[in-house]
């Protein structure tokens, strides 16, 4: 197969859609879309889900490309150059600036972990959810971007394959002449099974399991993927006698710690039944969830304040604020003879 399509899908200089930034804006769409139902089954706040696509793809893009730059192109941290190009008319960026060039999947999750911390500190952390709740929920949320940035890959015939002799080999006539492995379908159809399992885990398991145990295990799952893949791809191996990639290197230390968390380990164990404790931890935040969502329903001024992540007031400490802002009946007639 011969693979040489143009990347980009329609110009209208200064400005392009490629498929790529297609592709990925789709997947973002389908995590918005399925973000705060995963989140009302796990216990929490709908509305979190659709504030955290605009953190988590901040510190996705900002993790990815500066992780790229450090392992892969250390040049680039010193690019600094940043201005105008008078005579080509168009704006210059040096490697270290230009975030939407060179992104590594290992530094995107960094990123999203960061900026889920910050996110649950200021947002989650005052409701009183544990983070990892929040951990879980996004993490089967963010598993619709993946496919999709793969796929925007192959229409950019980049992170090509090694070459190969197999049938279904393709020449990516940009850059080669000889059939390679279509690396990136493989690991965009690996990452549509990471959907599936995701939503498994949602539909059977939401608020089942300890609060950690299915971001750690989808994290295992997704970098046992990106590993086994990385036997395929074009050879970024940090000594030419090696057989590992740089891919390789950053996979394994992930899978290793996240597999050892859910295997090993009581505390995000996927493996050990539940405690009676643990139960009642489950049960009482998905009661707490409810009474957040009646709160909600029945008070606009409370729906409001929990946007705002503030806690909510008690029944009694309502009244007494209600009682406290209504004037009086004396500031009532003296008001009106001001007026």
Same mark, same amino acid.
């Given at each position: ?40 089954? *796990?216990?929490?706040?709908?509305? %979190? ?8 793809? +901040? ?5 990815? %490309?500066? =992780? ?40 995107? $999750?960094?990123?999203?972990? +960061? ?29 619709? +971007? ?12 980049? =992170? ?38 995701? +939503? ?6 939401? #608020? ?22 990385? *036997? ?15 891919? %390789? ?6 899978? =290793?710690?996240? $597999? ?11 493996? $050990? ?16 969830? $409810? ?22 007031? #008690? ?25």
């Amino acid at each position: 197969m011969r693979w040489n399509i143009e990347p980009t899908l329609f110009s209208w200089p200064p400005f392009e859609l490629r498929y790529y930034g297609l592709l990925f804006a789709l997947g973002l769409f389908l995590c918005a879309f399925h973000g705060p139902r995963y989140f009302r089954a *796990f216990g929490l706040p709908p509305e %979190h889900a659709s504030r955290l696509t605009l953190w988590v793809p +901040v510190g996705m893009l900002i993790g990815a %490309h500066y =992780i790229h730059l450090i392992f892969y192109e250390p040049a680039g941290l010193s690019d600094l150059r940043l201005g105008w190009n008078a005579e080509e008319g168009h704006m210059v960026l040096g490697r270290f600036w230009n975030l939407g060039s060179g992104l590594a999947s290992h530094g995107g $999750a960094l990123g999203c972990l +960061v900026a889920l911390i910050a996110f649950w500190w200021r947002r989650g952390k005052p409701l009183g959810i544990g983070f990892h709740r929040y951990g879980d929920a996004l993490m089967l949320s963010s598993v619709w +971007v993946y496919p999709f940035v793969r796929l925007g890959n192959f229409m950019n015939s980049e =992170i090509v394959g090694r070459p190969t002799d197999v049938p279904w080999g393709v020449i990516f006539e940009r850059h080669y002449s000889t059939p390679r492995h279509p690396v990136q379908l493989y690991e965009a159809a690996l990452y549509f099974v990471e959907i599936a399992v995701a +939503v498994w885990l949602v539909k059977h398991r939401a #608020g089942k399991l300890r609060e950690g145990a299915i971001m750690y295990g989808m994290l295992a799952l997704h970098f046992s993927f990106r590993f086994v893949c990385e *036997f395929f791809k074009e050879s970024q191996a940090i000594d030419q006698g090696w057989s590992l990639n740089m891919g %390789h290197l950053l996979s394994a230390p992930i899978v =290793i710690g996240c $597999a050892y968390l859910v295997l090993a380990t009581q505390r995000f164990s996927l493996i $050990a039944p539940l405690t009676e404790a643990e139960v009642a931890h489950n049960d009482e935040a998905m009661r707490r969830a $409810a009474e957040r969502e009646a709160e909600k329903t029945s008070s606009p001024e409370a729906g409001a304040a929990e946007a705002m992540t503030e806690p909510v007031a #008690g029944p009694a400490l309502q009244a007494a604020t209600t009682e406290e802002a209504r004037p009086s009946k004396k500031a009532k007639k003296r008001g009106g003879r001001r007026s």
